[in-house]
């Protein structure tokens, strides 16, 4: 007896073309994703070859002893660049503002992560991100309107434009951002940690103090980083509250200037061609290998987390 024949039915022909269709489709927007990504890799080597093209020329036209010196006077007799001067302002300006945000920042996003009422986190989450879209030209008017003339009468300072007054203008960009990725890292934290910390009879702070808080240590650390880049990089705001003085100084109420603040001010005043151009870019260069080289480790930081979580 011959057993029973089965007939393979094939897929209609509109449902092949649309099959088709869908798969030709979805491998257009993958291949467009990637080329998107692949153009942001292009755009910062360009970024680098610009920058490193024009700045290797100040190397030639300027004794590398004049880099290490203690005064940047593009404009005299005798012209000086020096780099330190400039290194020194933006460090005196950078590292208080990165701190201060660290701790103000650190303190919000514990409190929006653990301890806040859905009601209050509401709130308070939209107020963080409105302050973080306030344009810095807003921000260094206000430095240095208001902000400059506080420090002054309180603490009695020769220079009413300096460092400090520069380092809390950029903290007011940083803490939002700071405030965010620490929420962020400790929301991330697995719930089931929390669930056996308190299985165990921690109490809400013990919890806080030593389970979520050292499983998010890694994306905090990297959003202190990222805010230290962003505090590298500012322009507006030191450009109108640190004085802009080239002062080779350890003092964080004397006047500085950046290296940012820098290139903004002299690089429309100067000749293409000649060596203060060269100089500014080869300003320019250090800052960016500087910003960059600090956005790629809070990347391998957060990578790190990632892992160590397992998301």
């Known amino acids: 007896m011959n057993a029973p024949m089965t007939q393979v039915l094939s897929p209609p022909r509109g449902m092949r073309q649309y099959s088709f269709r869908q798969k030709f489709r979805e491998k257009l927007i993958q291949l467009a994703l990637g080329a998107c990504g692949y153009l942001a890799f292009l755009l910062i080597g360009l970024i680098f070859f610009f920058l490193f093209k024009e700045g290797i020329h100040a190397l030639a036209a300027i004794e590398p002893s004049q880099w290490l010196g203690k005064t940047w006077q593009p404009v005299s007799v005798t012209p000086k660049y020096s780099l330190l001067p400039l290194l020194n302002g933006t460090l005196l300006v950078a590292l208080p503002a990165t701190l201060l945000s660290a701790v103000i920042g650190i303190a919000c996003g514990i409190y929006l992560a653990e301890l806040a009422s859905p009601r209050v986190r509401e709130l308070l989450k939209p107020a963080i991100e409105l302050l973080a879209g306030i344009p810095t030209v807003v921000l260094g008017f206000l430095s240095l309107t208001l902000i400059a003339g506080l420090v002054q009468k309180l603490f009695g300072t020769t220079f009413r434009l300096n460092a400090f007054v520069g380092a809390l203008g950029v903290s007011l960009v940083i803490i939002p951002m700071i ?133």
């Open 179 to 311: 405030a965010s990725l620490t929420e962020d890292a400790l929301r991330a934290v697995p719930g089931e940690l929390r669930e056996a910390s308190y299985g165990l009879g921690a109490t809400r702070w013990e919890t806080l103090s030593r389970v979520v808080f050292p499983a998010g240590i890694s994306g905090i650390t990297a959003a202190i980083l990222l805010g230290l880049g962003r505090a590298l990089g500012e322009t507006m705001i030191v450009l109108m509250a640190t004085g802009n003085a080239a002062l080779l100084t350890t003092d964080i109420f004397s006047s500085v200037r950046t290296m940012t603040a820098t290139i903004a001010s002299e690089l429309g005043a100067v000749a293409q061609g000649s060596e203060a151009y060269y100089a500014l870019f080869f300003v320019g260069a250090v800052l960016f290998s500087l910003t960059f080289l600090i956005n790629l480790v809070s990347e391998l930081v957060i990578e790190r987390m990632r892992r160590k979580l397992k998301l």
